[in-house]
């Protein structure tokens, strides 16, 4: 994956900078020293890895602020950090950019059960949002799988999602309002504890911009009471078509299941030889919830059964107390790590049509025996979110190029089904060179020109998202003009 | 135009409206026009910005239904009426209930689904479900530079790029002339049922919605009426879903008064949606967005005729004295906008934004939208 050279005029002033910053942080604040700064030097997309020049870990908006000041008046990148949790390479360094981590910022501001929000500094992990307003029996609904890492920063900046958001949508659905700092230092109030805010959707732009456009760190997210239960169903199919003509019927017959995932049988295997939780040997096997009373969950796993019934499964396990439930999730929840033992993986999210499943799904296995690599899927069906997860040996040369051409097919042929390069990961460097398949230049100049007036001198994030030809004069033009 | 009262706003006879019937001709007419241009849907809204009349009404059908996808695909110009009678044959429905402003407003024409996209009309069912920006999948428009764009595109979830759907929701046609919506549609429920908390005053009203609202039971509408001291709460969902949480709602909302069922839910919904109880009514309709426990503060400092409260009290319509500049008199933090004015008023409609947000959107306007004639002046 190619990344911008680093420019040698900002390297030249790293000691200059460094002095700069440390008129504005404390000196825990502030990380210079080569060994400290490698440990920023990559996300959760480990093929990737170059150490910042600098980090800094400021504790307030007015530290975040007074940084960004400095890193535009010198043209120095930045590049914003949540937990690095990101799976696309978001905030991946260069050699002359400043790594601005939020993670100090953790902070729970305000809880207000009457209007339903809660208010934190955006360091703060996802998991631990819900957990702040468990006592009430209150929680966050957006629940991507890395959520007791991952933190709201990031969640905001790839407009992150999760099982449940079928029910409950995504980020973006559950953000009112941001403090955010622009890349002039500049604080903005956006939304708050109205539903919603005001002029032009501002906050729906921000969120999911990966870190272009400003640095949030607060955040007023909406919070859901606790449904009464929830209870899972496993059903098991001898194929992908027939899984998913089953997931078309029930949202056809009107059941809004909170979840629904799907799991091919290269993933059923690798997660039974890994977790041990009983599956059937299917070649498609659907976990579907559904939340509420116990006469609700009834009334719902009722109509499911039927409906499935109908599509001749060949297994049916009801959960009958949360013990059997628990069993029922415990293979999906290892689904990664059960694929992580087996081997080095690459996990895509591109999303598409739930009615172009079997399709796409018959393709990646011809593409699997093609490239010679084996590929896992497991994936919300609901939504059409697939994750795709393709095995390879990082130490056999050649074996991760070949696994990231795989991958771009993949994608590529996620769009030409009608769907997108990515669900809920976001583009980060990852799917950057992809955006090209899925948006004309048109499109993409449409979406540089909204970074143009958040950050005219290009300097968050600023080798991201879009394919780098595209994005070029914009990255270079400012520099130059130093 | 002899015959025509003199009209200082623009406007121009029926027959002097553009029309396009493709999306290839309203870019060329926008990428020719030399002047400001006046975007409209079905003109329920009563926009009147100055410029020439450009109507979306020659865009209109569905590109593409797939129940089992919960997935619409149509063209801006098709009318909402046409919509919600095909999603009805599949037992469907547009979720965030699009408002239908003719009676309120005295309007007349079909409402579109352009209209409804572009002003973020959404009703009671947001409170639960989202507003229509959270079901809009994909967009197609035309900017003011007269190039067709897409952004996001018919999937549910979709992280590609900026988000410039959301951006074109509720941006009034100022950003760009919508030709074609993806939304996200859903299952129509099984059955209604609206439980009525009798003689309970403002205060106690809102903390009755905020109780219903904070309790595992779904709320899907949350109104308080100032003048009936009357609370309002709605669950939707199949049958015996229903019956057991009106039951168990019922019971802890008693402390807060006399609980009763009303008969003809949908009707009273509609009504609260649409504002019927302000039609024919004299003076400016506002709305006004607020934290929803905010209500109680705000309503009394107002001096309206006539308030309503959706939302659980996050949305607040008020009938104001024509000419008074309501935003004058909140004390609480929120915006207001002016649905409805006499002639010639001098209140912008749209809230002004901090210096700081402005330029941004300003900055945005200037981007999508160089020469400043889509519905110029409308937002700012």
């Given at each position: 994956?190619?990344?911008?050279?680093?420019?040698?005029?900002?390297?030249?002033?790293?000691?200059?900078?460094?002095?700069?910053?440390?008129?504005?942080?404390?000196?825990?604040?502030?990380i210079s020293d080569e060994a400290e700064t490698r440990a920023y030097e990559c996300d959760a997309l480990t093929a990737y890895k170059c150490p910042p020049m600098l980090a800094?870990?400021?504790?307030?908006?007015?530290?975040?602020?007074?940084?960004?000041?400095?890193?535009?008046?010198?043209?120095?990148?930045?590049?914003?950090?949540?937990?690095?949790t990101s799976l696309a390479g978001g905030a991946l360094p260069t050699a002359d950019c400043v790594i601005l981590g939020v993670a100090r910022m953790n902070e729970v501001l305000e809880t207000d059960y009457a209007n339903r929000i809660i208010r934190v500094q955006t360091g703060r992990?996802?998991?631990?949002?819900?957990?702040?307003?468990?006592?009430?029996?209150?929680?966050?609904?957006?629940?991507?799988?890395?959520?007791?890492?991952?933190?709201?920063?990031?969640?905001?900046?790839?407009?992150?999602?999760?099982?449940?958001?079928?029910?409950?949508?995504?980020?973006?659905?559950?953000?009112?309002?941001?403090?955010?700092?622009?890349?002039?230092?500049?604080?903005?109030?956006?939304?708050?504890?109205?539903?919603?805010?005001?002029?032009?959707?501002?906050?729906?732009?921000?969120?999911?911009?990966?870190?272009?456009?400003?640095?949030?760190?607060?955040?007023?997210?909406?919070?859901?009471?606790?449904?009464?239960?929830?209870?899972?169903?496993?059903?098991?199919?001898?194929?992908?078509?027939?899984?998913?003509?089953?997931?078309?019927?029930?949202?056809?017959?009107?059941?809004?299941?909170?979840?629904?995932?799907?799991?091919?049988?290269?993933?059923?295997?690798?997660?039974?030889?890994?977790?041990?939780?009983?599956?059937?040997?299917?070649?498609?096997?659907?976990?579907?919830?559904?939340?509420?009373?116990?006469?609700?969950?009834?009334?719902?796993?009722?109509?499911?059964?039927?409906?499935?019934?109908?599509?001749?499964?060949?297994?049916?396990?009801?959960?009958?107390?949360?013990?059997?439930?628990?069993?029922?999730?415990?293979?999906?929840?290892?689904?990664?790590?059960?694929?992580?033992?087996?081997?080095?993986?690459?996990?895509?999210?591109?999303?598409?049509?739930?009615?172009?499943?079997?399709?796409?799904?018959?393709?990646?296995?011809?593409?699997?025996?093609?490239?010679?690599?084996?590929?896992?899927?497991?994936?919300?069906?609901?939504?059409?979110?697939?994750?795709?997860?393709?095995?390879?040996?990082?130490?056999?040369?050649?074996?991760?190029?070949?696994?990231?051409?795989?991958?771009?097919?993949?994608?590529?042929?996620?769009?030409?089904?009608?769907?997108?390069?990515?669900?809920?990961?976001?583009?980060?460097?990852?799917?950057?060179?992809?955006?090209?398949?899925?948006?004309?230049?048109?499109?993409?100049?449409?979406?540089?020109?909204?970074?143009?007036?958040?950050?005219?001198?290009?300097?968050?994030?600023?080798?991201?998202?879009?394919?780098?030809?595209?994005?070029?004069?914009?990255?270079?033009?400012?520099?130059?003009?130093? | 135009?002899?015959?025509?009262?003199?009209?200082?706003?623009?406007?121009?006879?029926?027959?002097?409206?553009?029309?396009?019937?493709?999306?290839?001709?309203?870019?060329?007419?926008?990428?020719?026009?030399?002047?400001?241009?006046?975007?409209?849907?079905?003109?329920?809204?009563?926009?009147?910005?100055?410029?020439?009349?450009?109507?979306?009404?020659?865009?209109?059908?569905?590109?593409?239904?797939?129940?089992?996808?919960?997935?619409?695909?149509?063209?801006?110009?098709?009318?909402?009426?046409?919509?919600?009678?095909?999603?009805?044959?599949?037992?469907?429905?547009?979720?965030?209930?699009?408002?239908?402003?003719?009676?309120?407003?005295?309007?007349?024409?079909?409402?579109?689904?352009?209209?409804?996209?572009?002003?973020?009309?959404?009703?009671?069912?947001?409170?639960?479900?989202?507003?229509?920006?959270?079901?809009?999948?994909?967009?197609?428009?035309?900017?003011?530079?007269?190039?067709?764009?897409?952004?996001?595109?018919?999937?549910?979830?979709?992280?590609?790029?900026?988000?410039?759907?959301?951006?074109?929701?509720?941006?009034?046609?100022?950003?760009?002339?919508?030709?074609?919506?993806?939304?996200?549609?859903?299952?129509?429920?099984?059955?209604?049922?609206?439980?009525?908390?009798?003689?309970?005053?403002?205060?106690?009203?809102?903390?009755?919605?905020?109780?219903?609202?904070?309790?595992?039971?779904?709320?899907?509408?949350?109104?308080?009426?100032?003048?009936?001291?009357?609370?309002?709460?709605?669950?939707?969902?199949?049958?015996?879903?229903?019956?057991?949480?009106?039951?168990?709602?019922?019971?802890?909302?008693?402390?807060?008064?006399?609980?009763?069922?009303?008969?003809?839910?949908?009707?009273?919904?509609?009504?609260?949606?649409?504002?019927?109880?302000?039609?024919?009514?004299?003076?400016?309709?506002?709305?006004?967005?607020?934290?929803?426990?905010?209500?109680?503060?705000?309503?009394?400092?107002?001096?309206?005729?006539?308030?309503?409260?959706?939302?659980?009290?996050?949305?607040?319509?008020?009938?104001?004295?024509?000419?008074?500049?309501?935003?004058?008199?909140?004390?609480?933090?929120?915006?207001?906008?002016?649905?409805?004015?006499?002639?010639?008023?001098?209140?912008?409609?749209?809230?002004?934004?901090?210096?700081?947000?402005?330029?941004?959107?300003?900055?945005?306007?200037?981007?999508?939208?160089?020469?400043?004639?889509?519905?110029?002046?409308?937002?700012?």
């Amino acid at each position: 994956m190619e990344m911008p050279t680093p420019n040698a005029a900002i390297l030249a002033r790293k000691a200059e900078l460094l002095k700069r910053l440390q008129q504005v942080l404390p000196d825990d604040a502030l990380i210079s020293d080569e060994a400290e700064t490698r440990a920023y030097e990559c996300d959760a997309l480990t093929a990737y890895k170059c150490p910042p020049m600098l980090a800094v870990l400021p504790r307030s908006t007015q530290e975040v602020s007074d940084v960004l000041r400095i890193c535009l008046d010198m043209n120095v990148p930045v590049v914003p950090r949540g937990a690095g949790t990101s799976l696309a390479g978001g905030a991946l360094p260069t050699a002359d950019c400043v790594i601005l981590g939020v993670a100090r910022m953790n902070e729970v501001l305000e809880t207000d059960y009457a209007n339903r929000i809660i208010r934190v500094q955006t360091g703060r992990t996802n998991l631990s949002v819900s957990g702040a307003v468990e006592e009430e029996d209150f929680f966050y609904a957006p629940d991507p799988s890395s959520q007791l890492a991952c933190a709201i920063a990031g969640n905001i900046a790839m407009n992150s999602g999760g099982a449940h958001c079928l029910k409950y949508g995504v980020t973006t659905n559950n953000l009112l309002g941001v403090t955010m700092v622009m890349m002039d230092g500049t604080v903005v109030e956006i939304g708050g504890a109205h539903l919603d805010a005001g002029g032009l959707d501002l906050l729906g732009v921000i969120c999911g911009s990966e870190g272009q456009l400003g640095v949030v760190t607060e955040a007023t997210l909406r919070i859901l009471r606790k449904p009464e239960g929830a209870r899972p169903v496993l059903i098991a199919f001898d194929s992908n078509e027939v899984a998913g003509a089953c997931v078309s019927d029930i949202i056809k017959a009107g059941v809004l299941p909170v979840a629904i995932e799907f799991m091919d049988r290269p993933c059923i295997e690798a997660c039974e030889a890994f977790a041990k939780a009983g599956y059937p040997m299917c070649e498609a096997l659907l976990i579907i919830e559904v939340e509420g009373a116990e006469a609700e969950i009834a009334h719902q796993l009722g109509l499911i059964v039927e409906i499935a019934q109908q599509h001749n499964p060949v297994e049916l396990r009801e959960a009958d107390d949360a013990d059997e439930a628990a069993r029922i999730w415990l293979g999906r929840k290892s689904a990664f790590g059960a694929m992580g033992q087996i081997n080095d993986y690459m996990c895509l999210d591109g999303t598409i049509p739930v009615s172009a499943l079997p399709q796409v799904l018959r393709r990646i296995e011809e593409m699997s025996a093609e490239f010679g690599l084996k590929v896992a899927n497991v994936f919300h069906a609901g939504d059409g979110n697939m994750h795709p997860l393709i095995l390879f040996d990082a130490n056999k040369p050649g074996d991760l190029e070949r696994c990231e051409a795989f991958g771009a097919e993949i994608l590529k042929l996620c769009v030409e089904v009608g769907g997108c390069l990515t669900g809920e990961h976001g583009v980060g460097i990852e799917k950057r060179d992809l955006m090209l398949h899925q948006y004309e230049a048109a499109d993409i100049e449409a979406q540089l020109r909204v970074k143009d007036v958040f950050d005219p001198k290009w300097l968050l994030n600023p080798a991201k998202v879009f394919p780098l030809s595209s994005t070029e004069n914009r990255r270079t033009v400012c520099l130059a003009a130093e | 135009m002899g015959a025509l009262p003199p009209d200082p706003q623009g406007y121009l006879e029926e027959d002097e409206m553009m029309t396009p019937q493709s999306e290839a001709e309203l870019a060329d007419i926008i990428a020719g026009a030399n002047g400001p241009l006046c975007i409209e849907g079905g003109g329920t809204r009563g926009i009147e910005v100055p410029g020439e009349r450009l109507s979306t009404g020659g865009l209109s059908g569905v590109t593409l239904y797939e129940p089992g996808a919960l997935t619409l695909v149509v063209q801006a110009g098709t009318p909402v009426a046409e919509i919600e009678a095909l999603l009805a044959t599949e037992n469907q429905r547009l979720a965030f209930e699009p408002v239908d402003f003719r009676s309120s407003l005295g309007t007349e024409g079909e409402p579109t689904i352009g209209g409804v996209v572009a002003t973020n009309a959404s009703g009671p069912r947001r409170i639960q479900g989202g507003a229509a920006r959270d079901f809009l999948l994909g967009v197609r428009f035309v900017d003011g530079r007269g190039e067709v764009l897409r952004n996001g595109g018919r999937v549910m979830k979709n992280v590609t790029g900026y988000d410039l759907v959301k951006l074109m929701a509720g941006s009034h046609g100022t950003l760009g002339v919508l030709t074609e919506v993806a939304l996200k549609v859903l299952p129509r429920s099984e059955t209604e049922a609206t439980l009525a908390v009798e003689e309970i005053d403002l205060a106690a009203g809102i903390a009755c919605l905020s109780a219903a609202l904070g309790s595992p039971f779904d709320v899907t509408g949350a109104a308080y009426d100032p003048d009936a001291q009357r609370a309002y709460v709605r669950l939707e969902g199949f049958e015996a879903s229903v019956a057991y949480r009106a039951k168990a709602l019922r019971e802890q909302l008693g402390r807060y008064g006399a609980v009763t069922e009303v008969s003809g839910s949908g009707e009273l919904w509609r009504g609260l949606r649409d504002l019927h109880d302000f039609a024919g009514l004299e003076g400016d309709i506002w709305r006004v967005s607020v934290k929803p426990t905010d209500a109680v503060e705000l309503i009394p400092t107002l001096g309206a005729t006539r308030c309503l409260c959706d939302w659980g009290g996050g949305l607040v319509w008020a009938l104001m004295p024509e000419g008074v500049d309501l935003r004058q008199r909140m004390t609480v933090p929120g915006h207001a906008t002016l649905i409805r004015s006499g002639a010639g008023t001098s209140v912008p409609r749209h809230h002004p934004e901090p210096a700081s947000l402005a330029a941004i959107s300003a900055g945005l306007r200037r981007q999508f939208d160089p020469r400043h004639i889509l519905n110029a002046g409308l937002m700012g």
